[in-house]
């Protein structure tokens, strides 16, 4: 039950829960000894079940190089939290996973503090710091700085100088696009995006009087809502103008009868921006190209993902982009430097934009500046991409290069493998082993040749005939570059406002359950505990971890590390 309440619901549904169950099997011996409300099932789970879950997640990262995923947060409290997802290859799943290490507490919001929380998390959880092999992070100063950021403290401060910073390629993408519209596309065009959700979003009134013009234009069938736009997201208008384009005669006529009938200075504004086909041809353009910027961003949003596809879909993007104005005889490559200078003189900017241009008739002169405008943000966002992602293409390309395809090639370049193994910290005599089984891999015969996560698995698990594994390091080398935080983490939704007075401990105990029976692939109903965990059920060890404000606490370092120290803080 403590596993159920932890991974479903709320701790005060125990309370009724709890005697529900005594009440239904009143008539058995057992149902009517079982008492556990709300204080001991917030005891049991985090005393008992909690630590039992991490020591499982800390075994199994066992003595595997490991990446982090690190965000701050601020709760209703104002209190600071550092989240950390752990990224590992897993010997029990055979495969990369990510999962939840725990939500630290904050002394201060600088590099130095946030770096001594990392380090001194990772000590207390029992996992070796000098494994730590990657971090990935938003664009923030604090995390990136290059003279005091975490990333650098890390590695000077802390000898942790062969660490990989990883930034966040969804948080670069949606930077680059908001920094490429600041001086080409029009604000009217964000305005009237904006505007047209908040016009229908405070009235009913208004939804069901266009409603009922919807249907009666569309033979009955119902408008799609317009979808609102998030003012620190610049990409989360593309749905939004996927909407509003489909709805346009719709909407416009519905500002042209509610400004007269209402005499709405807004619904004035919004019909006579309905009314200039200049901001269709704008939203047109927009469409097109930030469907493409989403699609990269789902392919690192996805858990799902090939992780040595995503160096191809980053560059295609780039690529893609760039294309639309770029001189088909230009020898630019539009990764290593801006493309200003080789433009074409006509540029085309896409089926849609060009169809919609040539239906609308615009006067010469209007049509000349909206493709001036937008030629300059399409020149202005694959500058923006190419400035911001090289650290991130350069990872990419690491992981690349652990293709199975090609890993099994027969003509394979020795200079790649062996500075990817130096960039990693591997000795010269390590080196010298990645090299020669770099060499060598492809002379064995290999079951698992098209996925490449399963194809590392197979070669980690491989045996000679004396017993020995003669891949041992290269597949070491591929499975710590696979291990790199090359996308988001999913996390679940556990405090919120109606939560808001959850302590840090539970928090962190309730998303090691989630996490843990999640990564065990089991619901609460099928886990089968350990006989030495159950037995500290309703005993007096599950109540003595009253005093730890967090789990984190260094008595977790006898739970991760004696098997023969009880399962409790």
Same mark, same amino acid.
């Given at each position: 039950?403590? @596993?159920?309440?932890?991974?479903?619901?709320?701790?005060?549904?125990?309370?009724?829960?709890? /005697?529900?169950?005594?009440?239904?099997?009143?008539?058995?011996?057992?149902?009517?000894?079982?008492?556990?409300?709300?204080? #001991?099932?917030?005891?049991?789970?985090?005393?008992?079940?909690?630590?039992?879950?991490?020591?499982?997640?800390?075994?199994?990262?066992?003595?595997?190089?490991?990446?982090?995923?690190?965000?701050?947060?601020?709760?209703?409290?104002?209190? #600071?939290?550092?989240?950390?997802?752990?990224?590992?290859?897993?010997?029990?799943?055979?495969?990369?996973?990510?999962?939840?290490?725990?939500?630290?507490?904050?002394?201060?919001?600088?590099?130095?503090?946030?770096?001594?929380?990392?380090?001194?998390?990772?000590?207390?959880?029992?996992?070796?710091?000098?494994?730590?092999?990657?971090? $990935?992070?938003?664009?923030?100063?604090?995390?990136?700085?290059?003279?005091? $950021?975490?990333?650098?403290?890390?590695?000077?401060?802390?000898?942790?100088?062969?660490?990989?910073?990883?930034?966040?390629?969804?948080?670069?993408?949606?930077?680059?696009?908001?920094?490429?519209?600041?001086?080409?596309?029009?604000?009217?065009?964000?305005?009237?995006?904006?505007?047209?959700?908040?016009?229908?979003?405070?009235?009913?009134?208004?939804?069901?009087?266009? #409603?009922?013009?919807?249907?009666?234009?569309?033979?009955?069938?119902?408008?799609? %809502? =317009?979808?609102?736009?998030?003012?620190?997201?610049?990409?989360?208008?593309?749905?939004?103008?996927?909407? =509003?384009?489909?709805?346009?005669?719709?909407?416009?006529?519905?500002?042209?009868?509610?400004?007269?009938?209402?005499?709405?200075?807004?619904? /004035?504004?919004?019909?006579?921006?309905?009314?200039?086909?200049?901001?269709?041809?704008?939203?047109?353009?927009?469409?097109?190209?930030?469907?493409?910027? %989403?699609?990269?961003? #789902?392919?690192?949003?996805?858990?799902?993902?090939?992780?040595?596809?995503?160096?191809?879909?980053?560059?295609?993007?780039?690529?893609?982009?760039?294309?639309?104005?770029?001189?088909?005889?230009?020898?630019?490559?539009?990764?290593?430097?801006? =493309?200003?200078?080789?433009?074409?003189?006509?540029?085309? @900017? $896409?089926?849609?934009?060009?169809?919609?241009?040539?239906?609308?008739?615009?006067?010469?002169?209007?049509?000349?500046?909206?493709?001036?405008?937008?030629?300059?943000?399409?020149?202005?966002?694959?500058?923006?991409?190419?400035?911001?992602?090289?650290?991130?293409?350069?990872?990419?390309?690491?992981?690349?290069?652990?293709?199975?395809? /090609?890993?099994?090639?027969?003509?394979?370049?020795?200079?790649?493998?062996?500075?990817?193994?130096?960039?990693?910290?591997?000795?010269?005599?390590?080196?010298?082993?990645?090299? %020669?089984?770099?060499?060598?891999?492809? @002379?064995?015969?290999?079951?698992?040749?098209?996925?490449?996560?399963?194809?590392?698995?197979?070669?980690?698990?491989?045996?000679?005939?004396?017993?020995?594994?003669?891949?041992? /390091?290269?597949?070491?080398?591929?499975?710590?570059?696979?291990?790199?935080?090359?996308?988001?983490?999913?996390?679940?939704?556990?405090?919120?406002?109606?939560?808001?007075?959850?302590?840090?401990?539970?928090?962190?105990?309730?998303?090691?359950?989630?996490?843990?029976?999640?990564?065990?692939?089991?619901?609460?109903?099928?886990?089968?505990?350990?006989?030495?965990?159950? %037995?500290?059920?309703?005993?007096?060890?599950?109540?003595?971890?009253?005093?730890?404000?967090?789990?984190?606490?260094?008595? =977790?370092?006898?739970?991760?590390?004696?098997?023969?120290?009880?399962?409790?803080?």
């Amino acid at each position: 039950m403590a @596993l159920a309440i932890a991974e479903h619901c709320s701790m005060l549904a125990c309370d009724h829960i709890g /005697e529900a169950c005594r009440a239904a099997f009143s008539d058995s011996t057992a149902a009517t000894h079982f008492k556990m409300h709300r204080t #001991k099932c917030t005891e049991m789970i985090n005393g008992v079940l909690a630590p039992y879950f991490l020591k499982k997640l800390v075994a199994d990262v066992g003595d595997q190089r490991f990446s982090l995923l690190l965000d701050e947060s601020t709760d209703i409290s104002v209190s #600071k939290y550092l989240g950390v997802v752990i990224r590992y290859f897993s010997d029990t799943k055979q495969t990369v996973v990510s999962t939840f290490l725990g939500l630290v507490e904050l002394e201060g919001g600088d590099a130095r503090s946030i770096a001594c929380a990392v380090v001194g998390f990772l000590v207390k959880c029992g996992l070796k710091k000098e494994k730590l092999l990657g971090i $990935g992070t938003d664009n923030a100063s604090v995390m990136t700085g290059v003279n005091n $950021g975490v990333h650098k403290v890390l590695k000077e401060e802390y000898g942790l100088k062969d660490l990989v910073l990883i930034r966040c390629v969804c948080h670069s993408l949606q930077l680059a696009v908001s920094h490429a519209s600041n001086d080409t596309i029009p604000r009217s065009v964000e305005y009237l995006v904006r505007e047209t959700y908040n016009w229908f979003s405070v009235s009913p009134k208004r939804r069901e009087a266009y #409603k009922a013009i919807y249907e009666t234009i569309n033979c009955g069938e119902k408008p799609l %809502q =317009i979808t609102k736009v998030c003012a620190t997201r610049w990409l989360s208008i593309e749905p939004a103008v996927s909407r =509003i384009l489909d709805q346009w005669e719709e909407l416009r006529l519905h500002f042209s009868v509610t400004k007269s009938s209402e005499h709405c200075y807004m619904a /004035e504004v919004l019909y006579s921006m309905y009314s200039d086909p200049q901001n269709i041809l704008y939203l047109t353009f927009l469409k097109s190209v930030l469907g493409e910027v %989403q699609l990269a961003i #789902k392919a690192f949003e996805g858990e799902q993902v090939d992780p040595l596809k995503l160096l191809e879909s980053l560059v295609s993007l780039i690529k893609s982009v760039s294309s639309r104005v770029l001189n088909p005889l230009a020898k630019t490559d539009v990764l290593k430097g801006p =493309i200003d200078g080789d433009i074409s003189p006509k540029p085309y @900017l $896409g089926y849609l934009f060009e169809s919609k241009a040539a239906e609308l008739h615009l006067v010469p002169e209007h049509e000349i500046n909206v493709r001036k405008r937008c030629v300059a943000f399409t020149i202005s966002l694959t500058n923006e991409l190419r400035v911001r992602l090289p650290d991130n293409i350069e990872a990419l390309q690491y992981m690349s290069v652990f293709n199975v395809e /090609e890993t099994l090639k027969h003509n394979k370049s020795p200079g790649e493998i062996g500075k990817i193994a130096k960039l990693l910290g591997y000795s010269p005599a390590d080196i010298d082993k990645i090299v %020669q089984q770099w060499h060598a891999i492809h @002379l064995s015969k290999w079951n698992e040749t098209k996925n490449t996560m399963s194809f590392w698995s197979e070669i980690m698990k491989f045996r000679d005939a004396a017993d020995i594994n003669p891949f041992q /390091e290269l597949a070491m080398a591929a499975v710590s570059v696979l291990s790199l935080p090359h996308s988001n983490a999913e996390m679940s939704v556990v405090k919120s406002k109606l939560r808001n007075r959850m302590s840090l401990q539970t928090l962190n105990s309730i998303l090691y359950i989630r996490y843990g029976l999640k990564l065990s692939g089991e619901a609460c109903y099928e886990h089968q505990l350990p006989d030495n965990v159950l %037995q500290l059920f309703g005993t007096s060890a599950a109540y003595s971890f009253k005093s730890a404000p967090s789990v984190a606490e260094p008595a =977790i370092e006898s739970l991760v590390q004696n098997d023969d120290e009880p399962l409790f803080l």
